[in-house]
């Protein structure tokens, strides 16, 4: 009898043994699958062929595959998909179906870890492409002020869906577009990504109208940039509606 309770023992510890070395493994190869793809976007982006991208692509859903509780797995899966729509002459039938993908993964990576604001803001962004500024785009915005409120990220992610969506902005994101404005005035270093974000949107009169008044962007308007990008061109409030 006592020899096999402690032939039990020894088979139930083998058996524990073996799933922890599965898993071990499994946690490895994920790892490595995951570093893979990451080492490849290290580069810069003009050096990545569409090959390297898509190679990039297959070795984070094999990580996703075999570790599908990582969160920061799914947000990296998440920006290679939409860094594939940045690739010339991209099918852009596939656009809608590449968003949902991308909007999945980020949804995935906020299951397991909610406190990352800048999945947050990614997820308000890419909704926004497909729906607009719409009330479950702000939710999501909303999140990502109560995870990281100072975040240089969920500032210029805002910035980004405000300028996108302008004409069809509700007042109280136009409100929160002000506000993001302000608080990345303080970090003035940073303002130049305001400039790049409202030119790959074709929105810097918008921008440069917004910039025009109140004490918060009085060291802005004194700047360089805002003198190349602001002073140079003529802007019509008029067309803008900006309040």
């Known amino acids: 009898m006592n020899d096999l309770k402690k032939l039990t023992q020894i088979t139930l510890l083998a058996i524990i043994t073996l799933f922890i070395s599965y898993e071990s493994i499994q946690s490895m190869?994920?790892?490595?699958?995951?570093?893979?793809?990451?080492?490849?976007l290290k580069q810069?982006?003009?050096?990545?062929?569409?090959?390297?991208?898509?190679?990039?692509?297959?070795?984070?859903?094999?990580a996703t595959q075999l570790e599908p509780l990582q969160a920061h797995y799914w947000q990296l899966s998440a920006y290679i998909k939409m860094l594939r729509l940045t690739e010339k002459n991209v099918n852009r039938s596939n656009v809608p179906k590449v968003y949902k993908q991308a909007e999945l993964a980020l949804l995935n990576s906020l299951k397991y870890r909610q406190s990352w604001?800048?999945?947050?803001?990614?997820?308000?962004?890419i909704v926004s492409?497909?729906?607009?500024?719409?009330?479950?785009?702000?939710?999501?915005?909303?999140?990502?002020?109560?995870?990281?409120p100072y975040k240089i990220d969920v500032h210029l992610g805002v910035i980004e869906i405000a300028l996108i969506n302008w004409h069809q902005l509700p007042p109280k994101y136009k409100a929160l577009y002000v506000s993001e404005l302000k608080l990345l005035a303080k970090h003035g270093y940073k303002f130049p990504l305001v400039f790049d974000i409202a030119k790959q949107t074709d929105a810097l009169?918008?921008?440069?109208?917004?910039?025009?008044?109140?004490?918060?962007?009085?060291?802005?308007?004194?700047?360089?940039?805002?003198e190349q990008h602001c002073k140079s061109r003529r802007v019509y409030t008029s067309s803008l509606h900006i309040k």
């Open 29 to 40: 190869r994920a790892n490595a699958w995951y570093f893979n793809a990451l080492n490849t």
């Open 44 to 62: 810069p982006r003009a050096l990545i062929t569409p090959q390297e991208l898509n190679l990039a692509n297959d070795a984070i859903t094999l």
């Open 117 to 125: 604001a800048e999945t947050w803001i990614e997820l308000a962004k």
């Open 129 to 148: 492409y497909q729906e607009g500024p719409s009330e479950r785009v702000f939710g999501y915005v909303q999140q990502a002020k109560k995870a990281g």
């Open 205 to 226: 009169p918008i921008l440069c109208m917004s910039l025009q008044f109140g004490n918060d962007f009085e060291k802005i308007r004194g700047s360089f940039i805002f």
